[in-house]
Structures are given as structure tokens and as C-alpha cells.
């Protein structure tokens, strides 16, 4: 089963305008071959799937922990796109007066490259790639043998960094970039980890071929203050009790990448603090939310006055 937090795993900074083409390209990484959406997809499906749990234990927590963590990724990166579809933080909240429908509020969004992230999803994120292709399962592989599946799990995360690096590369927004900066550093923990892992069970020193593509973090800026508290060396539990097996991998005097701040590498049991979730404006000229929006803010507020 799984946990449910209501916080981000990192915090993101609010964007500074909106930005519906800088949100649709960061779509590539949630509904794109190698975005979040496959990783999980992936990791998923082998930790249901995996045979004889029990004696290979340290590698089914190693795919199961990493599991919960890419779901809060696909949670991070929706929200990245929300934000850059929304634009910044408004001070004075949720419009409630009347808008005239007719002055076309949005003429703006008929131009943007992925229209349909306003027309039909009103600014949210769904499981689509940059151009609006659907991500689907073709994207899962889970063949029930655990070196195969394991290695194609690097190959996932090594496409993902570099994935992550151009559409780094093609945004200016802090959200965005925040976004691709801690992304980056995870994943190349999980690159390393499923690495360490073909090295226990095969001998291989696959962890050598690593940073694969060759993606320097210390020329990333946004990913510095992950680097510096230790991000790179953590792997979590995400679970309170189960799955510290992974010490076992992810940990035994095994020691940070050469181009990454030294150190050995920690599991850390549970998950990282997390950071607030922006709460997005609501707009009654895109029906959002609808009906009487001020009734409706009336309502939930007596609600969660009778919830505490």
C-alpha cells in the first residue's frame, strides 16, 4: 500500500509569469519516453511482479522504495507545469467577480504550442508528452528476470538525466529549472543504485560507466543545494518500517560518484521534509471552479472548521 503526503519533495520557487510553452515542454518530463510517468510505470509493474521476494529481498526493496519516490516525481513535476500554466502566486487569491466572456480572456492561449493544456485541461498537467502524445504502456518493461529488468532500469534512468538536461536547457523559469536541477541529482542516485545492484549480483562494475550521458551537477546551479546537504548520497525507504533491506546496495562503503562532493552513501528510513504545494488560482472565466465561487469557498471553510 502507500503513504500519502501533502507536500512536494522539494519546494518550488513560484514562477515569474506564466508561461504555457515553458510548461508544455516541461510535459516531456512526465508523459515522454523517458519522463516520470515511465519510470514509475516501471517500477512499478516489477515491484508487483517480482518473483521470489523473500530470497532476493535487498533487490525487491531496492526497486519498491524507488517506486514510491518516482511517484512523488510525477507528483512534482504536474505540479511544475501547473505552475508555469498559472503564473505567479496571487496576493489576492482566487478571482470572484464577474469577467466578460466575450473580450476572449484567454486569446493568448490559441498561439501556445500545446493548447490543449488550456482547453481542454484548463492549465493542469496530465500523462502527455511536449507535442500532447499520450504516454502509454509500451513505455513498461517488466520481464520478470531481475538482471534484465535491472539493467534496463539504468538504461531508463541514464535517458531520463539526459532528457532532463535539454529541457533544462530550453527553459529560463525558476520553476522549471528547480524542477530539472533535483531531478537531475535523483536521478542519478537511482542510476547508481540500480548500478550497485548489477554489480552485487553480477560482479560488474557498471557504476564506472557513470555520469552516463556525461552531465557534470556541479555545472547545474539549481542542483547545487541538493549536492550540498547530501542529496546525491541519500536513497529513502519512503516507509516507515519496510525495505531498509537496500542497505545492503545502497550503502557498505559504497562512496558518492568521483564528480559528485565525497562521501559514503546513506539510506535514509522514511522520506525527505518536503516543501508546501502553491496553491493555484482559481479562474470563474475558465469555469474554474464553476458555480457561485464565493458560496463555494463558504462551504469548504465550514467544513474544515467541523474536521478540526
Same mark, same amino acid.
Given at each position: 500500500?502507500?503513504?500519502?503526503?501533502?507536500?512536494?519533495?522539494?519546494?518550488?520557487?513560484?514562477?515569474?509569469?506564466?508561461?504555457?510553452?515553458?510548461?508544455?515542454?516541461?510535459?516531456?518530463?512526465?508523459?515522454?519516453?523517458?519522463?516520470?510517468?515511465?519510470?514509475?510505470?516501471?517500477?512499478?509493474?516489477?515491484?508487483?511482479?517480482? %518473483?521470489?521476494?523473500?530470497?532476493? %529481498?535487498?533487490?525487491?526493496?531496492?526497486?519498491?522504495?524507488?517506486?514510491?519516490?518516482?511517484?512523488?516525481?510525477?507528483?512534482?513535476?504536474?505540479?511544475?507545469?501547473?505552475?508555469?500554466?498559472?503564473?505567479?502566486?496571487?496576493?489576492?487569491?482566487?478571482?470572484?467577480?464577474?469577467?466578460?466572456?466575450?473580450?476572449?480572456?484567454?486569446?493568448?492561449?490559441?498561439?501556445?504550442? #500545446?493548447?490543449?493544456?488550456?482547453?481542454?485541461?484548463?492549465?493542469?498537467?496530465?500523462?502527455?508528452?511536449?507535442?500532447? #502524445?499520450?504516454?502509454?504502456?509500451?513505455?513498461?518493461?517488466?520481464?520478470?528476470?531481475?538482471?534484465?529488468?535491472?539493467?534496463?532500469?539504468?538504461?531508463?534512468?541514464?535517458?531520463? %538525466?539526459?532528457?532532463?538536461?535539454?529541457?533544462?536547457?530550453?527553459?529560463?523559469?525558476?520553476?522549471?529549472?528547480?524542477?530539472?536541477?533535483? #531531478?537531475?541529482?535523483?536521478?542519478?542516485?537511482?542510476?547508481?543504485?540500480?548500478?550497485?545492484?548489477?554489480?552485487?549480483?553480477?560482479?560488474?562494475?557498471?557504476?564506472?560507466?557513470?555520469?552516463?550521458?556525461?552531465?557534470?551537477?556541479?555545472?547545474?546551479?539549481?542542483?547545487?543545494?541538493?549536492?550540498?546537504?547530501?542529496?546525491?548520497?541519500?536513497?529513502?525507504?519512503?516507509?516507515?518500517?519496510?525495505?531498509?533491506?537496500?542497505?545492503?546496495?545502497?550503502?557498505?562503503?559504497?562512496?558518492?560518484?568521483?564528480?559528485?562532493?565525497?562521501?559514503?552513501?546513506?539510506?535514509?528510513?522514511?522520506?525527505?521534509?518536503?516543501?508546501?504545494?502553491?496553491?493555484?488560482?482559481?479562474?470563474?472565466?475558465?469555469?474554474?471552479?464553476?458555480?457561485?465561487?464565493?458560496?463555494?469557498?463558504?462551504?469548504?471553510?465550514?467544513?474544515?472548521?467541523?474536521?478540526?
Amino acid at each position: 500500500m502507500f503513504l500519502r503526503v501533502d507536500k512536494l519533495q522539494i519546494e518550488l520557487p513560484s514562477p515569474a509569469r506564466q508561461d504555457v510553452n515553458a510548461a508544455a515542454a516541461l510535459q516531456e518530463l512526465l508523459g515522454g519516453k523517458y519522463g516520470e510517468m515511465s519510470t514509475l510505470g516501471n517500477y512499478l509493474f516489477q515491484s508487483f511482479n517480482f %518473483r521470489s521476494k523473500s530470497k532476493l %529481498r535487498p533487490f525487491y526493496s531496492l526497486v519498491a522504495a524507488i517506486t514510491a519516490e518516482e511517484l512523488g516525481h510525477v507528483e512534482l513535476v504536474s505540479n511544475g507545469v501547473a505552475m508555469l500554466a498559472n503564473g505567479p502566486d496571487e496576493p489576492d487569491g482566487d478571482m470572484v467577480g464577474p469577467t466578460d466572456i466575450t473580450d476572449a480572456p484567454f486569446d493568448m492561449m490559441k498561439d501556445a504550442r #500545446l493548447a490543449a493544456g488550456f482547453l481542454s485541461h484548463g492549465g493542469g498537467a496530465v500523462p502527455i508528452d511536449s507535442n500532447g #502524445l499520450s504516454w502509454n504502456k509500451d513505455f513498461v518493461t517488466t520481464t520478470g528476470n531481475v538482471i534484465f529488468d535491472l539493467l534496463h532500469n539504468f538504461h531508463l534512468e541514464c535517458g531520463a %538525466r539526459l532528457h532532463k538536461l535539454r529541457v533544462y536547457e530550453t527553459l529560463t523559469d525558476p520553476t522549471g529549472r528547480e524542477v530539472c536541477g533535483y #531531478l537531475l541529482v535523483r536521478g542519478s542516485v537511482h542510476a547508481h543504485s540500480y548500478a550497485l545492484a548489477l554489480k552485487k549480483i553480477t560482479g560488474v562494475e557498471i557504476e564506472k560507466m557513470l555520469p552516463t550521458p556525461n552531465i557534470p551537477l556541479a555545472n547545474i546551479p539549481e542542483s547545487q543545494k541538493y549536492l550540498e546537504e547530501g542529496s546525491h548520497r541519500r536513497l529513502y525507504t519512503f516507509s516507515p518500517d519496510d525495505y531498509r533491506e537496500i542497505s545492503g546496495i545502497w550503502g557498505n562503503g559504497e562512496v558518492a560518484l568521483p564528480d559528485d562532493p565525497p562521501g559514503e552513501l546513506e539510506v535514509v528510513e522514511g522520506l525527505p521534509d518536503g516543501g508546501k504545494i502553491q496553491e493555484l488560482v482559481g479562474e470563474p472565466s475558465a469555469f474554474t471552479p464553476d458555480y457561485a465561487p464565493e458560496e463555494m469557498f463558504e462551504i469548504a471553510t465550514k467544513l474544515y472548521k467541523a474536521s478540526r
